[in-house]
Each structure stands twice: as structure tokens, then as C-alpha cells.
């Protein structure tokens, strides 16, 4: 094997320690003072401003595809009363994270990205550094809180439009009973996963944020280097968010039982 296709074949795993350690640094410049409490603040509203309405209006369409399956499938095995706790089973658990981080690093994370790598190539990256500032305690660690900040509120949001559009779209469609899909809720629902759905949008913020950030402080050849990085940044971050859906999920089966009806 020639040094040059070997150097192709190792280059993925060169990026992933980079990135790592990027995290690294990040996780440092967490505890670094002072906060920049001004920037965090702008770039939690700048990201909610960005998010919030494309989020609502997917959460309805999920709600209600998740409402049609489970109600369909429920409805084979005689279980109808079961719907509305299945439903809102799938929409804290799996759709309310998922939906979110799709949203916050399709919209947010991309801006983070196109943000950081026009800074990268105008040099104001080098510059700050000059004059002893840190870009990643100054820049990316406001935009990183922030991200998983409204990320968890994000969630909430999803979950709540979620299981209205489902609620709404099984009375209807499929002529459920309203009382027994609201007393079902708490049938084979727990609060723990209620927490789980805000632990995961939570690393998942954490994660775009930081994908992001990573592809645009390392952006170069002008222009289009910036866009290749949003574009990569995008989908680095759909990889790893279902990668880490998937080994969280598995973990909390492992270590929460559960609750049957």
C-alpha cells in the first residue's frame, strides 16, 4: 500500500481524534472565566429564532404518523386503549429528540458553521489569537450552551405538538375514544423517559454544536471551503446523532425496566 492511499484510508480516523479533541478543549473552556454572558444570550435567541417555527411544524406531521401507525398496529392486536401511551411512548422517547436535533443542526448548526468559517478565513480566528484570546473560550462555547440550552427546550416543544397532533389525528382519522387515549397515558409511559427524551436532545445540542464549530474553525479555500464545511458539518452530525440515539437507547433498556400495563 502506497503512503499516499494509506494516508487517504487513515484520514477519517485523523479527523475523528481531531474532532475529539476539539470536544476536549471545548469541555476546558467551559469552566474558563469570564462567561461571555452577552454572547450566549445572542446565540441561544438567534438559534430559538431559527428553530423554533420549522420545529413546530414537523413535530405535527410526526405526531401524526406515529398516531396512524401505533393506532393501526395497536388496533390488530385488540389493544386500542393502549394508543395514546404508545404514542406517547415513540414521540418522548425517539421523534422529540430526533426531531430536534435534525432542526438544530440542519438550521442552527449550519449558521454556527457559516458564522465561525467566515470569521476562519477573513483571519479574524488568527487575529484573536494574536491578541490572546482564545476563539474557542470567546466564540464556541457561548454558541455550544446555547445549542444544548434550546435543544432541551426544543424538545419540550416537539413533544407537546407531538402528542397533540397525534391525540388529534387518532380522534379523527381513526375514530379513538379522546378519554381513553388521555387516561392511557400513564399506562406504559414513565417519568424516566421523560427525562431520557431531555438527556438525549441535550448531547445531541452538545454534539451539533460542537460538529459544527469543528468544520468551521477549520474551513479553508475561501468561499466555497465555508460551504463545503456547512455541508459537512450537516452530515457528520446526522451520523453521530444516530449512532448515539442507537448506544443510548440500548443503555437505558438495560437499565431501566420496563413498565408494563
Not at 187 to 202: H, I, R, T, Y
Amino acid at each position: 500500500m502506497s503512503s499516499v492511499t494509506a494516508a487517504k484510508v487513515l484520514a477519517p480516523v485523523g479527523t475523528a481524534g481531531k474532532l475529539f479533541a476539539f470536544g476536549l478543549d471545548v469541555s476546558r473552556g467551559l469552566f474558563r472565566r469570564p462567561f461571555q454572558l452577552r454572547e450566549f444570550i445572542q446565540q441561544a435567541w438567534f438559534i430559538a429564532s431559527v428553530t423554533i417555527v420549522p420545529t413546530a411544524l414537523v413535530a405535527i406531521p410526526f405526531g401524526a404518523v406515529i398516531a396512524l401507525q401505533v393506532g393501526g398496529l395497536i388496533t390488530q392486536f385488540g389493544a386500542q386503549s393502549f394508543t395514546g401511551s404508545a404514542s406517547v411512548l415513540a414521540v418522548v422517547r425517539e421523534a422529540g429528540p430526533i426531531a430536534t436535533a435534525l432542526l438544530v443542526a440542519g438550521a442552527g448548526g449550519s449558521a454556527i458553521a457559516a458564522d465561525l468559517g467566515a470569521r476562519k478565513i477573513r483571519e479574524e480566528l488568527d487575529a484573536m489569537m494574536v491578541l490572546g484570546i482564545d476563539p474557542i473560550q470567546r466564540l464556541v462555547v457561548p454558541r455550544v450552551l446555547a445549542c444544548m440550552l434550546v435543544s432541551v427546550f426544543l424538545n419540550g416543544l416537539v413533544s407537546v405538538v407531538g402528542v397533540i397532533g397525534g391525540y388529534v389525528f387518532n380522534v379523527i382519522l381513526q375514530h379513538g375514544t379522546p378519554g381513553a387515549y388521555l387516561a392511557s397515558f400513564t399506562a406504559l409511559a414513565q417519568m424516566s423517559d421523560v427525562w431520557q427524551g431531555l438527556l438525549k436532545a441535550l448531547i445531541f445540542g452538545l454534539i451539533a454544536a460542537i460538529v459544527a464549530s469543528y468544520k468551521g474553525m477549520n474551513a479553508g479555500g475561501g468561499p466555497k471551503g465555508v460551504g463545503d464545511a456547512v455541508n459537512e458539518s450537516v452530515v457528520i452530525t446526522f451520523l453521530l446523532l444516530f449512532i448515539v440515539n442507537f448506544v443510548m437507547t440500548a443503555i437505558y433498556f438495560q437499565l431501566i425496566p420496563a413498565k408494563t400495563g
